[in-house]
């Protein structure tokens, strides 16, 4: 290591000391780095097994989030949908398209490779684990997929757009009017908020009964 300090500073443990205290901050800084799981990090756009494009799939071809994630409205958990749901229609469209090759090992016992598991996509967004997160609370109250995932009728490939901190989730349950939607919008992602959101938003909370007094208490998402 090149002597950076100048002779007359024979300073030995000045010199320990900033050493010592760069290389903690550099395992620090690469401890977080690695330690953060990827689910967090904005723009995470993993490749998947298919190249899935909700661009054609909802914007294009118009299919409603619910046709795939069919539990999102009824359950905490958003399920991501099986082969069956892409076979309903691939077993007819697109057949040859070498990116469905997958689909086919999955459900066609006569495409060669055939080995009927699951396909493996991989995770976007995870809470962790001592989060408790619901979907169905959420989307039943006028809180639309967009303002989560961002507008992911858009997208070629899923990636994530909020980085789903704590300060994130707390600045909507702190002021939900902000983004509050008539339950009819939550699937419709060319709605436009109107001019007087907050006032309008309002109405919303009152409407569906939202308890934002109880949105900040920690135990509703810490139990
Ligand atoms: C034709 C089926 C289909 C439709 C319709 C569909 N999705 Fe998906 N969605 C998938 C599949 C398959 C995946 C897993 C692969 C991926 O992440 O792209 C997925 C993944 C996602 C993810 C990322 C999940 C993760 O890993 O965190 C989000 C968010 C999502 N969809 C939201 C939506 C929304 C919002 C709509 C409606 C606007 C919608 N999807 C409509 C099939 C569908
Ligand atoms: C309602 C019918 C329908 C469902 C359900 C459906 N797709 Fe599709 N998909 C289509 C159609 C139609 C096209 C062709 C669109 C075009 O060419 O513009 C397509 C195109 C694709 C392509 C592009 C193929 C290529 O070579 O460009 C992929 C990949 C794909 N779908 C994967 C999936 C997967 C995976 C699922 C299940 C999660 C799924 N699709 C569910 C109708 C469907
Ligand atoms: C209030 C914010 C919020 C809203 C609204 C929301 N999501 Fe999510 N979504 C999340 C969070 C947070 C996760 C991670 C949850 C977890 O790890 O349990 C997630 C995860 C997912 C996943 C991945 C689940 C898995 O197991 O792979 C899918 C798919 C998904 N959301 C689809 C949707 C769809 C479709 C809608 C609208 C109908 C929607 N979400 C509305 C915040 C939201
Ligand atoms: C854009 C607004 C918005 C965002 C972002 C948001 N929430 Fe919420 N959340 C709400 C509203 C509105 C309610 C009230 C629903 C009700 O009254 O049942 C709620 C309710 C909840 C509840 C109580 C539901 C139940 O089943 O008891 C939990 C837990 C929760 N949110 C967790 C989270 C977490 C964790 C995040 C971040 C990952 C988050 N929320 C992000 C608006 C939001
Ligand atoms: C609306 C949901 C929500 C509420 C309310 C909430 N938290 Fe969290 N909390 C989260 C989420 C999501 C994470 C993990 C994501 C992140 O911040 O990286 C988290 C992470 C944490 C962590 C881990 C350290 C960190 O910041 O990464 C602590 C400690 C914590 N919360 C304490 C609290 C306390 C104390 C309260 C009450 C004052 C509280 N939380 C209220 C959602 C919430």
């Given at each position: 290591?090149?002597?950076?300090?100048?002779?007359?500073?024979?300073?030995?443990?000045?010199k320990i000391a900033v050493c010592a205290g760069s290389v903690a901050a550099g395992v620090a800084l690469a401890f977080s780095y690695y330690a953060t799981p990827k689910a967090l990090n904005?723009?995470?756009?993993?490749?998947?097994?298919?190249?899935?494009?909700?661009?054609?799939?909802?914007?294009?071809?118009?299919?409603?989030?619910?046709?795939?994630?069919?539990?999102?409205?009824?359950?905490?958990?958003?399920?991501?949908?099986?082969?069956?749901?892409?076979?309903?229609?691939?077993?007819?469209?697109?057949?040859?398209?070498?990116?469905?090759?997958?689909?086919?090992?999955?459900?066609?016992?006569?495409?060669?490779?055939?080995?009927?598991?699951?396909?493996?996509?991989?995770?976007?967004?995870?809470?962790?684990?001592?989060?408790?997160?619901?979907?169905?609370?959420?989307?039943?109250?006028?809180?639309?997929?967009?303002?989560?995932?961002?507008?992911?009728?858009?997208?070629?490939?899923?990636?994530?757009?909020?980085?789903?901190?704590?300060?994130?989730?707390?600045?909507?349950?702190?002021?939900?009017?902000?983004?509050?939607?008539?339950?009819?919008?939550?699937?419709?992602?060319?709605?436009?908020?109107?001019?007087?959101?907050?006032?309008?938003?309002k109405e919303l909370v009152k409407k569906y009964n939202v308890q934002v007094k109880q949105l900040t208490d920690c135990s509703i998402c810490h139990r």
């Open positions: 290591m090149a002597n950076i300090f100048p002779r007359w500073s024979n300073l030995l443990p000045l904005v723009g995470y756009q993993p490749a998947q097994p298919i190249p899935f494009s909700h661009k054609i799939h909802v914007d294009q071809l118009g299919l409603d989030c619910r046709y795939c994630h069919s539990f999102v409205d009824v359950s905490g958990h958003s399920n991501v949908p099986t082969g069956n749901t892409c076979w309903n229609c691939h077993q007819h469209v697109q057949r040859d398209s070498p990116k469905l090759a997958p689909l086919h090992r999955s459900m066609d016992p006569n495409f060669p490779g055939y080995d009927g598991k699951p396909i493996e996509w991989v995770r976007i967004h995870k809470a962790p684990d001592y989060v408790y997160f619901n979907h169905s609370a959420h989307v039943n109250r006028g809180i639309s997929c967009q303002s989560c995932h961002g507008d992911v009728n858009k997208m070629p490939l899923v990636w994530r757009t909020n980085p789903m901190h704590m300060s994130w989730c707390l600045d909507c349950h702190r002021a939900p009017e902000k983004y509050i939607r008539p339950v009819e919008e939550i699937y419709n992602f060319d709605y436009k908020p109107p001019k007087d959101q907050i006032a309008f938003g």
